[in-house]
């Protein structure tokens, strides 16, 4: 079975200082990788995923993410933290055709923005 | 092109009672799912629909929670003599199966049940 592991439960950050939030799956086969931002009590916005290709993937809002196999990570990263940035962050990989059709995620990490 | 709907955004109910949320997919989406969401943790996947179908169900889907997709576009999900551990945020998300981003899954702003 797959799984998410998100190591940071807090981070804190300056406004326009750099974030990186970290990701560790675990999956049998090629992952279908995930990040999606929550707003308090709001639902999930997609941010990038990974599929195939190329390692280094574009998102929203100025968000990137790299995916390194030999490190089963999909760790996501931002230049400059803007205050709208704080909010809830889940990495997710999915499992799709003949192992089921799901996404399982992390516990999440909460970026608080410090102007 | 509007993104997944959902109702109630929030309802609060006497433990016992039974409650019902809905679902409307992003429009011609074929893959509709359910997820729970408690405080201070990621979603958990409830259940998957391809069009009419429930094709899979977690553990985490006792007897007293049902969901249907009668007609392959809205949902709904039913919860009957609600628990206090039923409070949670219940998300719906959908996708397009047989599209070059058919493993994407777009949510919607969710619906949050409490239990008194």
């Known amino acids: 079975a797959q799984s998410v592991t998100q190591p940071d439960i807090h981070i804190t950050v300056s406004e326009g200082a750099s974030l990186e939030l970290r990701c560790n799956y675990s999956?049998?086969?090629?992952?279908?990788l995930f990040w999606y931002v929550q707003s308090p009590g709001q639902g999930l916005q997609l941010l990038l995923k990974y599929f195939s290709g190329d390692t280094l993937v574009q998102g929203i809002k100025g968000f990137e993410a790299e995916f390194k196999r030999s490190q089963s990570s999909f760790n996501l990263r931002k230049p400059s933290v803007h205050w709208s940035d704080a909010a809830e962050y889940f990495c997710?990989?999915?499992?799709?055709?003949?192992?089921?059709?799901?996404?399982?995620f992390g516990g999440g990490t909460r970026v608080l923005v410090k102007p | 092109d509007t993104g997944v709907s959902q109702d109630p955004r929030h309802k609060i109910t006497k433990r016992g009672q039974n409650v019902t949320f809905r679902c409307d997919p992003i429009?011609?989406?074929?893959?509709l799912y359910w997820y729970r969401q408690t405080l201070g943790q990621g979603p958990e996947f409830l259940t998957y629909?391809?069009?009419?179908?429930?094709?899979?169900k977690s553990r985490l889907l006792s007897d007293r929670f049902s969901a249907e997709r009668p007609k392959g576009s809205f949902s709904t999900l039913e919860i009957q003599r609600t628990e206090q551990g039923d409070s949670a945020m219940y998300l719906c998300?959908?996708?397009?199966?047989?599209?070059?981003?058919?493993?994407?899954?777009?949510f919607g702003e969710g619906s949050w049940l409490t239990v008194v």
């Open positions: 429009s011609e989406h074929n893959r």
């Open positions: 629909f391809q069009n009419e179908a429930q094709l899979e």
């Open positions: 998300a959908s996708s397009l199966d047989g599209s070059s981003s058919g493993n994407t899954i777009y």
């Open positions: 999956y049998g086969a090629t992952p279908y």
């Open positions: 997710a990989v999915g499992a799709f055709g003949a192992a089921g059709n799901k996404l399982t």
